[in-house]
């Protein structure tokens, strides 16, 4: 089963205008955390935000926020007020708990949602 | 500010060549991941090395070979590869702090066609 879904393969927005990505996760840990990355056609994907499970507030982050609703385990961004240069691929991933010991935290990323911004 | 690079971007080789990929992170991290990206395919986490030491080694084909000098450097030794191995592979290094919050951040990528 997939661990991180997004559900929209292409997405479409004026300039100026906000835009929900949309990101379901499924796991049974208590304790993770969320993120998006962008990754423009150049290749590099760039952190933009984070979200923690025990987080009670929305993550934000400049004109990037995070709708997260525990109980629908769904962590959607909102980009507002689109510009030219939002125009790029966009994941969720997810960070599970610390298995085995280790100290690093696997990252599992969905397929991401392909944005256009129309001038 | 580029705070993980790679090199080469580009890279074209045959079946039999081998070739490495080099990641260098200047960020103060102690860990680094090594990750695949296919065409219409989440990215795949291939290795992980916390404090130099492999942590994960994610059922990679052996004609990929990772090594970790010191917690700066990471490369990718390639060889004998096939044609469904071309790929943008990407190389990201984290804290490592153990928290949730541990960000990756990724480097630029090297575009690898295998002819």
């Keep these: ?119 | 500010e580029t705070g993980v690079t790679q090199t080469p971007r580009h890279l074209v080789m045959g079946m039999t060549n081998k070739k490495s990929l080099k990641c260098e992170q200047h960020l103060g991290h102690n860990a680094m991941y090594w990750y695949k990206q296919s065409a219409k395919k989440p990215l795949e986490l291939m290795f992980v090395y916390s404090l130099e030491e492999r942590v994960e080694n994610n059922s990679v084909p052996s004609r990929f070979s990772p090594e970790c000098p010191n917690s700066s450097h990471l490369f990718l030794h390639l060889h004998t590869l096939q044609p469904e191995d071309s790929a943008l592979y990407l190389c990201a290094s984290s804290q490592d702090s153990g928290l949730r919050t541990d960000t990756q951040y990724f480097g630029p990528g090297t575009r690898l066609t295998v002819l």
């Excluded at chain 1, 962008?38 to 935000?49: A, D, H, N, R, T």
């Excluded at chain 1, 109980?71 to 510009?83: C, G």
Aim: glycine residues 10%.
């Design chain 1, 1 to 119: 089963a997939q661990k991180i879904t997004q559900t929209q393969p292409g997405m479409f927005v004026q300039e100026k205008e906000a835009v929900t990505l949309d990101c379901t996760y499924d796991t049974s840990d208590q304790s993770y955390g969320l993120f998006w990355y962008k990754q423009p056609s150049s290749g590099e994907m760039i952190f933009l935000i984070y979200q923690g499970s025990y987080d009670e507030q929305n993550a934000t982050e400049g004109r990037y926020s995070l709708n997260f609703q525990k109980a629908r385990k769904s962590a959607n961004l909102v980009i507002s007020a689109s510009q030219l240069g939002d125009s790029a691929m966009y994941f969720c991933a997810m960070r599970e708990a610390n298995a085995g010991g280790t100290s690093y935290g696997k990252l599992t990323f969905g397929q991401g949602t392909i944005l256009t911004v129309h001038p």
